[in-house]
């Protein structure tokens, strides 16, 4: 490979690190991108794109055996063949990984497959990772660093992965369906694979330790997901914390309490989804100088440079929320203003969050809580999926949007929404909260009918009272 100096050297391939070096490419960088795993990271290989997958089967399942009750469609037995879900999941995420590659050399980056270390404000040592080739040079030479290495699976103290338990990596390759699945933690990744596992029959039971489904989300949001959830037989135990697990026969007890008293579930599987932890630890970098703020973030600051100044750092590895189209949208942030193309500032109040269970579940900006909180006085308005008549001719009538904005403009800050399609249709108000819209303008846009996005359009309509449908 050619020399080892370059304009921008990016540690991690996911949807942070490989869209920072396309767009560093793009703005006429030379470019080395290291990765010990798989080109696209965890996003592509064990996270967004393989649990999507899988989220789809699943949304198969509902559909195939709703049909003779809803569709007048008789399809007889209903059985699957779980090792072809799991392996049409893993096929999902090697073809993008292979896309990933493809567009790093399109672009002309180089790719080192291998650890990394940071040893001086320019300076990245490889080492081989085990069971793979060595790498093509020992050391690179960066006029920068661009830490984007992630986050990994978080468990207890004194938990092993194994003999039952896994994270949400283990579950994408589990390709024996579990009868009882107890999951540990009711944010994006427990419900998603709470959804998929009742999906497909098993007996599912939910344990969180908030009073609320989805913590520090919307509460009416969290209430009617967790009536959806309970609605298809999940057990759902709020405000329960874990305690401790132990064997009983071919079963695991999990020990849960609530206000001094204990309970026990017993399941097949152990599921342990309680949040993600930065991977910025043993790459060198306390070594040289970057500082770390509590939970092992990356301190930044508005141009993404550490406490070094040429390195920076993106993604999961500096702060919440954890999300991959918050890594990219960092990373082309992060490059352009290396480059002298852009200002200063990232708007984390403008970054969509989306949960894929069914009903999904897709915010922007600030809940009414939050609004209020912080003493801006606001109008809310709210719509039910059962008055849109898409909603009503497919039958997903469950669910709402609600939109908040300031009292005095109606400038939209804030929007939640529960229903089918939620994760598409949030965009639009994404858009407009960039483009600092108001509830009256979006009310005043004329929406296709019939269409989920409907709502949004009544919504606005309904935080200045002047909603049609409902």
Known sequence: MANSRYDLVVIGSGPGGYVAAIRASQLKMRVAVIERDRPGGVCLNWGCIPSKALLNSAAAMDTIRGASKEHGIEVGEVRFDFKKVIARSRAAAEKLSKGVLYLLKKNNIDYFEADAAVTGPH????????????????????ERILIAAGSGERLFPGMKVGDGVITSKEALVLDTMPASVVIIGAGAI????GYFYSAFGAKVTIVELEKQMLPGFD???AEELRRAFVKRKVTVMLGHGYKSMARKGNLWSVAVTADGAEKSIDAEVVLVAVGRNPLSRNIGLEKIGVELERGGFIKINDSFQTTVPS????????????LAHKASAEGIAAVEIMAGVREPGFDLLAIPGCIYCEPEVATVGLSEADAKARGIEVKVGKFPFRAIGKAVAIGETAGFVKIVATRQYGEVIGCQIIGHAATDIISEVVLGKTLETTVTEIGKTAHPHPTMSEAIMQAALAADGEAIDF
């Open 311 to 322: 390195i920076y750092s993106i993604g999961d590895v500096v702060r919440p929320p954890l």
């Open 123 to 142: 300076s990245v040592v490889l080492a081989q990772v085990e069971g793979k080739p060595a790498p093509q040079a020992a050391a690179l030479e960066g």
């Open 190 to 193: 427990g419900l998603e694979f």
């Open 219 to 221: 509460a009416e949001v």
